[in-house]
């Protein structure tokens, strides 16, 4: 349960409140979508990537499962069918539309899409307005959940969005008109030590999280040390050049495999154009900046890097004791790059634990002592999925500010590319 | 070669009825496209299939590269990329996009792919009207082969449309105002005999053909009979009531290894709901028509009735004899049904050779004896696909009726099903 | 039916020659065993590929299963399991082992499918000495089809050996005590010409024929002309190295996908060493002898040396044709080389029509007019697979020379290359 | 390294009791084998299994690799091409053969493969009998390292030998005199509960232990409850009949999926034959025994059950603070049933910890804070599969009792299930 035990009832001036990010989240989600052209809405270039339509659609029919269906006397689904076509992956809930098969949906189409967002958001401004008394916390808290779950298809919708042009040969950009970062000198990777000893971690306090990030518990870490910022762009073409992705020695025995059937020779991306390295990026294809992070590489590459350098992966709860530590800013999708930046020169203390990218630890993504799944298909939300992916912790340069926190744990199998993740090393003390 | 010795050099009053019908072809594709929503250009269901706005790209790339580049002096492709992009197959003329992703570009995009389609035909305008001299002949001859090849695309467009809207749980239809077929009492069956005895197959006379018509030549026809009618829905489902699909005896290996493996019950776009048959058809979902052809079979399917029915699928040879006698006209995209039709009852001899639905015959798709393809990289147009395939003959309801003859010689994999075939039975006389 | 109308039933004394060329037969198939070691026998190389055992398990089960179980009183089948895991295909009779599975079967054990051999072995000749006599007619055609059937496994038995042991890195040979060839110098490949007309081509007369050679029908032979010796390894080489696997010009569609998608760069068992060629035989790796027939090529293969030689393959007729002016004989099984020998000079006219290699002829593998299946689960026999695949003619260095003649139609999918197959070229007169 | 600090060069008396066990462990992995029959050892049932003849070899190769070449001066090896033949996954160390092509190999046979041993055996004795001074330290590392190594290659023997016969359907025994178990009581499962603090978890002491149970480390464990028997079949049984494999609820959502496409609906080897319930043993299809230990399930059906049950997997760390309190004794191969056992009434404590089945924990398969793999090429023998797999403890009766310990880390993917695994119940306090 996101809010396992709110001390009281929220009063209808929350509701009021509630009502109001609603409509901000929900107009994100479209600000998002308006450089898109309508044929962008509808390709699915890898089964793990959804039409932008599909995210738009999906995320309402959550608000229409959860909270319409049960909770607004009278209400009726704009079209039956939706029920089929946007559940995701709620196999308790009906029969999920094959995941791999969104992109074969031209129909309902964009406008439709809208339409059917619009419907929504209507229902729910009238929910919010009458509220039936004896659902109030159950609404506000399902609200709570819909919008974090809004935000997150915020970013998939980038990073989707992102995979989707770059199979074009034309090699479209999304916006033309992001700025360009400011060029930085080279900085130098400093540790950090932290001493060992019985630490909490997990969600504390009042506000929202998700169910894995709960309960809060001990965990003893021995001492250690992170390195002052991500890894870069520069580092890890030493890597490269170093012959990284030719080396087995480096690398886990299924990372190996796919290094050689799937061909990887750098980040996913990258571009070799004679001497140069490029970039695909949300503005089109960059020059790479050599001093921002290192970005949409797999577990796998994470963990050959670290070994080449000497290093590890920090696990999630040293990751997470070195964040509570830092002040909750960065380059988020707020800052409008919509890509990593380099660190600003003569910053002092770890920097960058959030934003610009998501970093890989090395902890398997399993349920804490004592996880226990939201009741009902909402606990499919998180808990199903806790097999077979490692954690990865901060946030990026895609994801909403307010959306993140130190106990945060976003996910993805090892193999996985299209996320902005890169890593930050770490080492025995 | 379409003309392999055209008696004279086309007058200048040959090219303005060229340019004529030119027009004709191109706006009969996009009025075919007019009933399409924007999304609905994009989606490729499987990797036969082509997004609608390929095809529209694809046809316009082929008066490009065929005619704009070697004869339009200072003609400017509209972009380079396309040359790469639209290039279906032929591999002696750059790398073609790899086919099944043609469903993972959204740009350029529907308005776009309209601009190109524009820039091309004002510059085959200019190059019919001020034509080189010495090309004149070649510029005639091309001309023809791309708007055959464009006639060809139109019932691709449509099979395409088809499939594609056939995918989506929601059934749209590609158009609601298609007319109803007239019920037709049923009809019965009768065999027509045909001496047997040394027959020219293959084209003749001055018109156009593909190259695979051709040479003329002799073939040894023994005596034969051929159904007056191909195998109607009513047919087909006794074959289905008496076991069909789930008895080996009647199949070919490859196809009940098919069967087994994909499930088949009926035919493609058959659903059962209760104890009806439906049929998805390009109007939407409709009651099927039982004496209406059977459509949407493979090779596989057809040899398995036949077998069932003691009879056998006539040779090419066979049908094109019986083909001479007929006249040419049918049920063919002009009739504006786009659906196979019951024969109206009452007619004699064999009827619906021509339209409706194409006939799976019993010869394989090989060249005739002294076979050439064309010159240069249009050699790749149909020779290289003579392997594997199977003949068709006679046209159908999606078919240009001034596309057809009766030496036409149509090809498809035995396992393929999204086209409109049916089988009309031979047997010895 | 292999004999359609036998003059008349068959005395005593031919079931009594009958039985000693069952005998024959069998023992034959074990004498091409008897250089395999114990591990030799389990092994699948490939689906395609059987393991010997089960080879010599599999004919047992067609007498077992066509004469002893219909037609001897009494008989017992040694273990039921077997009518599972020796049927090969028969689906109207029971249900066939997976055929991809057969190389997971280590039981029954090479000493037990011996045994059951020697049970159907004295069977066999148990029933032949005293037939139920309204059955004797009967019995005497599936005997014959039955030894067919055994002589055509001791064929596949070699071919599967080969590829077996050509699997293995320690290239072990099949038998190093086998003749080396005779080198000859280089002929010169002449045209034979043949005038048009036309010809009956399928069996006659009284000798055993498959159903697919029947009926004996006329077909119409335009002028040709047909060269006088199959293509010779030096010939191929040539079109290696003018670039005949990088030039897609040459190539058939689906076999041009092929040789991409498996890197083909020349026959199978080629290998390249240093500057030499290399060939894995059944006596294991030896120098290419470059006048040697060329070996090991797929369909795809055969149709683009023609392409490149400015050739074509002939059609089946026009090589049955050629071929019934020759007498029958050639490099078979019985001159104990195993491999495809180069010509000896000065011979006149086509030579090597018989033997040596099977001949892909340019005719897919399809019922000739009037064709009847065997009945029952015998008409499984040919029929089902006359779809896919291509003619050739002749036999090979591995086909026993009583088993060949000038109407015998073998056939393989067009990708398929472990069969001892290459190419004679033809062209119009 | 498995000693990481040994007080003192071994003596030589120590290379004589080292040789003594050599030769006990190497005897024990052939007398495995004398119940096979030469066929069984070439069989490779799956990519996962290897034929019993690769077992055999690849143990001496590790010998020879690691000990024979580096060690004794003047070792020439049997056959060079060994070297690639059987080497594993040494990636670092020339080029494997590719692992899922070990079926393919009918050469060496198996009397070659025992050549091969009896030549290491005698380098391994001459190589003891003179050790150079400067490696016995080394030499006696190593040679503990190959022994403990050729034990978990017995296991694997097993598991991958009752694999093989399980494909055949004639149900083959490996031994048919293996003991039948003695019938118990059901017995009622209890909760034992454990304090929570501070424990130190990882091996200690001066035996062997592998890289990845180092270091010893510190991990806090909270309050929890440790079932008294693993789950038996009946349980399992209950959980079937109450819909457990039809019920997405229970489910990973990676299993689920596997459960879908797979169609598991039991334990692998289970087999449902009328009313009853049959299982495949080494010793043949026996009656399923409802008091034993769950077997052959995957992570997937462990987390299934678990869940189903209302607990849950205990951690590593739980599972080891357990274990420590228990004497290491249980149903090893040793006990002779190579099949798990009831467990005997009346016991106290937690039982079967040791032995019988292999204990799914809640732990992926993740390096110890600390870890460092072994130099060199050895270096890949744990490390690299630290990625998408989970942690099993316990042996089982496949195991050799003197390969076990406490800190014994097995690790399997989710969704195998040819190993001995079951599981246990864990809850919090």
Same mark, same amino acid.
């Given at each position: 349960?996101? /809010? *396992?035990?709110?001390?009281?009832?929220?009063?209808?001036?929350?509701?009021?409140?509630?009502?109001?990010?609603?409509?901000?989240?929900?107009?994100?989600?479209?600000?998002?979508?308006?450089?898109?052209?309508?044929?962008?809405?509808?390709? !699915?270039?890898?089964?793990?990537?959804?039409?932008?339509?599909?995210?738009?659609?999906?995320?309402?029919?959550?608000?229409?499962?959860?909270?319409?269906?049960?909770?607004?006397?009278?209400?009726?689904?704009?079209?039956?069918?939706?029920?089929?076509?946007?559940?995701?992956?709620?196999?308790?809930?009906?029969?999920?539309?094959?995941?791999?098969?969104?992109?074969?949906?031209?129909?309902?189409?964009?406008?439709?899409?809208?339409?059917?967002?619009? !419907?929504?958001?209507?229902?729910?401004?009238?929910?919010?307005?009458?509220?039936?008394?004896?659902?109030?916390?159950?609404?506000?808290?399902?609200?709570?959940?819909?919008?974090?779950?809004?935000?997150?298809?915020?970013?998939?919708?980038?990073?989707?969005?992102?995979?989707?042009?770059?199979?074009?040969?034309?090699? *479209?950009?999304?916006?033309?008109?992001?700025?360009?970062?400011?060029?930085?000198?080279?900085?130098?990777?400093?540790?950090?030590?932290?001493?060992?000893?019985?630490?909490?971690?997990?969600?504390?306090?009042?506000?929202?999280?998700?169910?894995?990030?709960?309960?809060?518990?001990?965990?003893?870490?021995?001492?250690?040390?992170?390195?002052? !910022?991500?890894?870069? /762009?520069?580092?890890?073409?030493?890597?490269?050049?170093?012959?990284?992705?030719?080396?087995?020695?480096?690398?886990?025995?299924?990372?190996? /495999?796919?290094?050689?059937?799937?061909?990887?020779?750098?980040?996913?991306?990258?571009?070799?154009?004679?001497?140069?390295?490029?970039?695909?990026?949300?503005?089109?294809?960059?020059?790479?900046?050599?001093?921002?992070?290192?970005?949409?590489?797999?577990?796998?590459?994470?963990?050959?890097?670290?070994?080449?350098?000497?290093?590890?992966?920090?696990?999630?709860?040293?990751?997470?004791?070195?964040?509570?530590?830092?002040?909750?800013?960065? /380059?988020?999708?707020?800052?409008?790059?919509?890509?990593?930046?380099?660190?600003?020169?003569?910053?002092?203390?770890?920097? !960058?634990?959030?934003?610009?990218?998501?970093?890989?630890?090395?902890?398997?993504?399993?349920?804490?002592?004592?996880?226990?799944?939201?009741?009902?298909?909402?606990?499919?939300?998180?808990?199903?999925?806790?097999?077979?992916?490692?954690?990865?912790?901060?946030?990026?340069?895609?994801?909403?500010?307010?959306?993140?926190?130190?106990?945060?744990?976003?996910?993805?199998?090892?193999?996985?590319?299209?996320?902005?993740?890169?890593?930050?090393?770490?080492?025995?003390?």
């Amino acid at each position: 349960m996101p /809010n *396992p035990a709110p001390a009281a009832a929220p009063a209808l001036a929350d509701l009021e409140r509630l009502l109001t990010r609603f409509r901000q989240v929900r107009a994100a989600s479209e600000a998002l979508c308006a450089p898109l052209e309508v044929e962008d809405f509808v390709i !699915q270039s890898m089964p793990d990537v959804s039409p932008p339509k599909w995210h738009l659609a999906h995320v309402s029919w959550f608000f229409e499962t959860f909270l319409l269906t049960p909770f607004l006397r009278g209400y009726r689904p704009l079209e039956p069918a939706y029920d089929h076509l946007f559940n995701s992956y709620y196999q308790t809930h009906g029969t999920p539309f094959p995941r791999a098969q969104r992109g074969l949906l031209s129909r309902p189409g964009v406008a439709e899409v809208y339409s059917y967002r619009a !419907q929504v958001d209507a229902a729910i401004a009238e929910l919010l307005r009458q509220p039936p008394a004896e659902h109030i916390e159950e609404i506000a808290r399902r609200l709570e959940l819909g919008l974090q779950h809004e935000q997150q298809h915020q970013e998939l919708l980038l990073m989707d969005i992102k995979h989707i042009l770059a199979q074009n040969p034309l090699q *479209p950009a999304y916006r033309r008109d992001l700025p360009v970062p400011v060029a930085q000198p080279a900085s130098v990777q400093r540790w950090h030590g932290y001493p060992g000893g019985l630490r909490h971690i997990g969600h504390a306090g009042d506000g929202f999280a998700f169910d894995c990030e709960l309960p809060r518990h001990r965990v003893f870490v021995a001492d250690f040390e992170l390195a002052s !910022q991500p890894v870069s /762009n520069a580092d890890f073409l030493a890597f490269i050049e170093d012959g990284g992705y030719r080396r087995s020695a480096f690398w886990l025995s299924d990372g190996w /495999n796919l290094v050689q059937q799937a061909g990887w020779q750098a980040p996913l991306y990258w571009q070799r154009r004679g001497g140069r390295w490029l970039e695909m990026t949300l503005a089109g294809l960059r020059e790479l900046d050599r001093q921002a992070p290192v970005c949409h590489i797999s577990f796998y590459e994470a963990e050959a890097y670290a070994a080449w350098a000497g290093a590890r992966l920090p696990s999630e709860a040293e990751w997470e004791v070195a964040a509570l530590e830092q002040p909750l800013n960065g /380059n988020f999708i707020e800052s409008g790059y919509l890509q990593p930046l380099a660190a600003a020169p003569g910053l002092d203390g770890p920097v !960058q634990l959030y934003g610009d990218v998501w970093e890989w630890t090395g902890s398997a993504y399993r349920p804490y002592p004592g996880f226990r799944a939201l009741e009902g298909s909402l606990g499919e939300y998180n808990g199903k999925f806790m097999c077979g992916q490692m954690v990865l912790r901060g946030g990026c340069c895609a994801t909403p500010q307010a959306h993140i926190r130190a106990s945060y744990r976003n996910f993805f199998y090892p193999a996985m590319r299209w996320q902005f993740a890169g890593l930050r090393l770490a080492r025995e003390a």
